[in-house]
């Protein structure tokens, strides 16, 4: 099953039921005319829109048309573009040497994938109503990812790793990544946690302007480089570690103005402090920086 149609109230309520949904109010849920699930398995989205557009002429009695279709057809590429991601950064990172890799770039429904958790969501569109699985955590932490060099590739994650848009946690760290982060990464607004600490990531930081999610940011034991002004823009940053990389420039004063950012370390980096980041060093056991006699260190973990 790739897309699953319900078109009536006892069938969309059994179905909800099933699936341990109660969200939805009584007049809401008597508004609703269809729902219609799509699993992880929607693929081929030509097929899907097939499909949709054959059961067109039924719709339009219950009421639906032809927005509420092309919305769905967006769901379900969504959905397929997440397969499709998550099968690049296999291929990517040289999958078949993971450490381990069970179900992966295989049929099996994703949730069976290693590592990888989902997360049921629901959306109502008018009257139809769109349930789907959808990916909410990566966590591949010490699986000997790294870049497919033999297919000329230096590239680890996808460049599209915006596509994971219910993604609230990725965890990455302890491999062999290299080159630089996505520049899309920072689209990724329901992301709270990010590991990709003790790799070999190279480049700098990525536009950060819409992760507004983010509580947590390890990328310590790196190679990045450049400036760190892009983390001002984490309005929820709470713990952030990017000791022991190669960034440079002033560290910026707003930091020190974010009370939630309890834990703070940056050291061993080429930065400079400022007068408040250094007030906030010696006031808060939580915020680690540089002396003057360190150097970066070029570290990489056996």
Known sequence: MAVKIYTTK?????????????KFSKPTLDNISIMIEIDDHVSSVDRTQKLLEQKAGEFLKLGVGK??????????????????????L?????????????????SAALDMWEGV??????????????????????TLRNNYLHG????????????????LTCLEALSLHYNFLSDSL?????????????????????????????????????LNHNRLEGSIEELTKLKKLKKCHIYHNKFSGKVPEELADKIDLTEFKFYNNY???????????????????????????YIVYE
Request: hydrophobic letters at 30%; glycine letters at 6%; one cysteine or more.
């Open 271 to 297: 930065m400079q402090i400022g007068s408040k980041v250094q007030a906030r060093i010696e006031s808060d056991s939580g915020w680690q920086g540089r002396t003057d006699s360190e150097q970066p260190a």
């Open 182 to 218: 996505p520049p899309t990464l920072g689209n990724l607004r329901n992301l709270k946690v990010l590991h990709l600490e003790f790799n070999q990531i190279m480049g700098k930081l990525p536009h950060l302007d819409h992760m507004d999610s983010l509580e947590e940011l390890y």
């Open 90 to 106: 296999y291929k990517n990172t040289c999958g078949r040497s993971w450490t381990s890799h069970k179900n992966w770039d295989t």
């Open 10 to 22: 006892s069938g969309i309520t059994r179905r909800l039921k099933n699936a341990g949904i109660k």
């Open 67 to 88: 927005y509420e279709i092309n919305k769905v057809h967006e769901m379900a590429n969504e959905v397929a573009a997440e397969r499709d991601f998550l099968s690049r």
């Open 148 to 163: 497919n060099y033999s297919q000329g590739a230096r590239g680890d994650i996808p460049d599209d790793i915006e596509k």
């Open 117 to 138: 958790v989902m997360t049921k969501t629901v959306s109502v569109v008018n009257n139809v109503l769109v349930y789907t699985n959808r990916v909410k955590s990566l």
